[in-house]
């Protein structure tokens, strides 16, 4: 019975026992009574089966967790005992309840394997309504359901599913419904053994979420991060360079305690920050301690394995910030830095080209094809690196209009349009054009082409009066399209070909 939920085994007899009960009400034959008997004997069935099945959890908790971790298990395992003992409880009050039924009806008959008097329909009734045992019992189940679900914390008990309720019902209380005027004995001890059946399949329930929480993450993980652990940062020519890339977790609500080589770290969004200021040439290793508190209240330290890290003579970096091409007018920009150089006293030059910038970025410009070498030199005037990049043109952009470079659209979108578009897809850098020449045809089904010459992107009044009219079938091409782009040279890109749909 996994999370406390009928098996389908069970579903089925309380669809008989809803049965059985419907056919009370037309005649008590030895069919009926028999029927209720057999399902008395699965629900006794399926009592013993969930017994066995908390026995089972039971026992595996003790022989694991509790041996493994009793700090953690020993709350969990009091926990789960205090529903045992409320379950036993309620089962033994509901099985002195039958006892008292079976010495009314005169004991069982070995032949039927039933009370004796199992038609009688005086005996619930008076026992159960006129004696007042049946509202007693009621009670009982509430009170119980209430221990049961108190065992849990708030989110956990308002997604409880097992059965075990005694609510009263729209036309009538719980005790009348199950044990009124017209219900005969067998019956009766047929709906005290459903009890008893629902009442262990609520402490599965109860302990399975109970045990369940030994195996809940014991620290909350809220934010995620990617990361790559290079062995070394500095490799020699040749030598071949790995790394380690993985996705990490981490409580960014939280506040460890974590400390290197004795040193607490400041903490931000669950994260410390380690940071040195290096002397000596050569490798330098260290270790760090993060000491969490964890969601059941205790306290948990983690050691980092030992990292390390090379210093090295300063030498200057410059990078490309969108890629290791410098392109005709647009801004480039470059991050130049030199590893224990200030970058406030680092020069930069260029050849073939202009910088400006400074503090490690930079813009550059250039406006021919070919090569620029980018030289960065020190405070005292000794060079410590020239890179070489490429000098290439933009790209050639894509001419769109209504949203679209060629294909299908609806004859509605492109009479919605009013100019035509070039942009450069997929390009990093911010590299605008606008159209300056193009001629728009539109071929209608059975028509003469309409062609007109325009310049800018924007259509005007003729070709609009000329788009206002197509319809589904209809072509509208627009060729001979000219762009210039921010380093001002005219492009003749691709034509557009449309086909209007519905």
């Not at 004991?107 to 009688?120: A, I």
């Not at 309504?129 to 914390?153: F, H, P, S, V, Y």
């Not at 199950?178 to 402490?203: M, R, S, Y």
Request: charged share 20%; net charge positive.
């Amino acid at each position: 019975m996994a999370g406390g939920k009928e098996t389908t085994r069970q579903k089925m007899i309380n669809i008989m026992y809803l049965v059985l009960i419907a056919m009370l009400a037309l005649n008590v034959s030895d069919s009926v009574l028999n029927a209720f008997r057999n399902l008395k004997e699965s629900m006794n069935t399926a009592k013993n089966n969930s017994q066995a099945s908390i026995d089972q959890l039971f026992s595996t908790f003790e022989a694991t967790k509790m041996k493994e971790s009793p700090e953690r298990a020993r709350p969990l395992l009091d926990t789960a005992n205090a529903a045992k003992k409320y379950s036993d409880d309620l089962n033994s009050y509901v099985e002195d309840l039958k006892s008292q039924m079976v010495k009314e009806g005169e004991g069982m008959d070995p032949e039927t394997n039933d009370v004796t008097k199992r038609s009688d329909m005086d005996i619930a009734p008076r026992m159960m309504i006129n004696e007042g045992k049946g509202k007693a019992l009621k009670a009982k189940i509430q009170e119980t359901r209430a221990k049961l679900i108190g065992l849990l914390n708030k989110k956990d008990q308002a997604s409880v599913t097992f059965t075990l309720d005694a609510q009263d019902g729209k036309k009538g209380t719980w005790e009348q419904s199950n044990f009124g005027d017209g219900t005969p004995l067998t019956a009766a001890l047929t709906v005290l053994t459903k009890i008893q059946a629902d009442t262990k399949n609520a402490e599965t329930e109860i302990v399975k979420r109970v045990f369940g929480k030994m195996d809940q993450a014991l620290v909350t993980l809220d934010k995620f991060s990617a990361v790559a652990v290079a062995p070394s940062s500095y490799v020699l020519s040749g030598q071949p360079y790995t790394a380690e890339v993985f996705l990490t977790a981490s409580d960014s609500k939280s506040s460890p305690t974590i400390t290197v080589n004795g040193s607490t770290l400041p903490i931000t969004e669950g994260k410390g920050k380690y940071s040195v200021t290096t002397g000596a040439e050569g490798v330098h290793t260290w270790t760090a301690s993060i000491t969490v508190k964890q969601t059941d209240g205790t306290s948990k330290t983690y050691t980092t394995p030992t990292q390390t890290y090379t210093v090295a003579r300063p030498s200057a970096v410059v990078s490309a910030d969108k890629m290791n091409v410098l392109y005709i007018g647009v801004e480039n920009p470059l991050s130049i830095s030199a590893p224990g150089v200030a970058k406030g006293v680092l020069h930069v030059s260029m050849s073939n080209g202009s910088l400006s910038g400074s503090d490690g970025k930079y813009i550059a410009k250039v406006s021919s094809i070919g090569e620029t070498n980018v030289t960065v030199t020190g405070e005292k005037g000794q060079v410590l690196g020239t890179t070489k990049f490429r000098t290439k043109r933009i790209p050639d952009p894509k001419a769109f209009f209504a949203g679209k470079s060629g294909g299908n659209t609806s004859a509605a979108n492109i009479r919605a349009q009013d100019r035509l578009f070039a942009r450069l897809d997929g390009f990093d850098f911010d590299a605008k054009f606008s159209v300056t020449h193009y001629t728009l045809l539109v071929v209608k089904p059975r028509q003469d082409a309409i062609i007109k010459p325009g310049s800018g992107n924007v259509l005007t009044g003729d070709m609009k009066t000329a788009l206002s009219s197509v319809t589904p079938g209809s072509t509208v091409v627009f060729r001979d399209i000219t762009a210039v782009g921010p380093d001002g040279v005219q492009r003749e890109i691709d034509p557009i070909v449309l086909s209007a749909t519905n």
